[in-house]
């Protein structure tokens, strides 16, 4: 079976912002890489409708995906219409059954706001489902029974909701393709203004470098790095497997005081 990767996020640039790296670092070793955004991101403008908001984004999530040398899909939906609910489920479902992904990258089960954790939830779920064959999909596909891993992104400012700092599992060594990660985000550019406007936020390009060499001092090792936390394997592989450690080397580190159950140091350390 092929070795293939999807990176399932909630809006068109969140990707770009919590997962492009690894997903990158794959591809170049030989993976099959996919990229999907739940939502359309229709809500992602003070300046246009709805309806032009959703083409603008998504012709720049297509062209981003190309730049990652990612197969694109489209959106299952709209922004803050994310919810846990069967419609989704059995549509995402659907698509892992098609593509058949032994890595799904996917956002943080705490995170700043709720397409996020839906979507997390939603991505977990469908993953689990891969190989059962008495849930149904829309449009039906048949199960394959393989192993299957889940990771789980840093939420955005590396913090759950209640500001409580989040420790990676496991660190990857993003430096080698930070120049990547960043065109293809800085493609996203209808954000460029309306996360200023929105959130506070200097630039959406600053803010994923910042994130980046935090998580990259976290692992004392690298220059930029993401965090990846997995998923416990029961019902996704028969055992306890790290695909990504297996295909990145030495360009992922495993974050040993995670393993042990103890807390990373904090980020002022």
């Known amino acids: 079976m092929m ?16 997962k492009a790296g690894a997903l990158v670092l794959v591809k170049q070793v030989g993976w099959q890489v996919h990229y999907l955004n739940v939502a359309s991101g229709n ?35 709209d922004d803050l219409e994310i919810f ?41 779920t469908a993953a689990f489902a891969h190989a059962l064959p008495n ?42 393709v930070q120049d990547l990660k960043r065109a293809a985000l800085a493609g996203h550019k209808s954000q460029q203004n309306w996360l200023e406007l929105s959130q506070g936020m200097n630039s959406y390009l600053l803010a994923m470098e910042k994130f980046s060499r935090a998580v990259g001092s976290m692992s004392e090792k690298f220059t930029h790095a993401e965090g990846w936390r997995p998923h416990l394997h029961y019902g996704f592989s028969a055992t306890e497997v790290d695909p990504l450690q297996d295909a990145l080397g030495e360009s992922c580190l495993v974050n040993q005081a995670y393993e042990r ?3 990373v140091h904090a980020l002022s350390s």
């Not at 990767?5 to 969140?14: K, R, T």
């Not at 659907?94 to 991505?123: F, G």
């Not at 789980?152 to 430096?175: E, I, K, Q, W, Y």
């Open 43 to 77: 809500c992602g403008s003070l300046r246009w409708n709805a309806s032009r908001t959703r083409a603008i984004r998504r012709r720049e999530a297509r062209h981003a995906a190309g730049m990652l040398g990612a197969h694109w899909h489209p959106p299952l939906g």
């Open 84 to 124: 846990y609910e069967i419609n989704l489920l059995r549509r995402l479902a659907a698509l892992i059954r098609e593509i058949k992904p032994t890595i799904v990258l996917t956002h943080s089960p705490q995170d700043y706001m709720e397409d996020h954790t839906n979507t997390c939830r939603l991505a977990v």
């Open 135 to 176: 849930f149904r999909s829309v449009p039906p596909r048949p199960i394959a029974e393989y192993d299957l891993t889940v990771y789980h992104a840093m939420p955005h400012s590396l913090r759950d909701p209640l500001r409580r700092l989040v420790a990676p599992g496991a660190f990857v060594n993003t430096a080698s």
């Open 261 to 263: 159950g103890l807390s």
């Open 3 to 18: 070795k293939t990767a999807i990176g399932v996020g909630a809006h068109p640039d969140d990707i770009g912002s919590y």
